[in-house]
């Protein structure tokens, strides 16, 4: 999880400019409304769509979003080594 903003390139509003700036034409409009807030690691961004009431795990050379659905429910997702077994 990353800070709010606390002043480096880490916070949250650094991240959330850098991948709008960084992928204008490859990042996906159904994408706008997300808020990123972490990630995974290995270079999937996490992130909260309040449009849709959603977490989104998403990686930018990917068009759509490699999962979604509730915070806990990715964090499981993501512990289980990326697999939905319990």
């Not at 999937?44 to 915070?71: M, Y």
């Amino acid at each position: 999880m990353l800070p709010a903003d606390d002043g480096t390139q880490r916070a949250i509003t650094a991240v959330n400019s850098w991948i709008r700036a960084s992928h204008p034409d490859l990042y996906p409009e159904s994408l706008r409304s997300v808020i990123w807030f972490g990630d995974d690691g290995v270079g999937n961004f996490l992130g909260w769509d309040p449009e849709r009431g959603r977490a989104v795990l998403w990686n930018s050379e990917d068009e759509e979003p490699w999962r979604e659905g509730s915070v806990s429910e990715l964090w499981r997702f993501i512990l289980n080594g990326y697999s939905d077994a319990a």
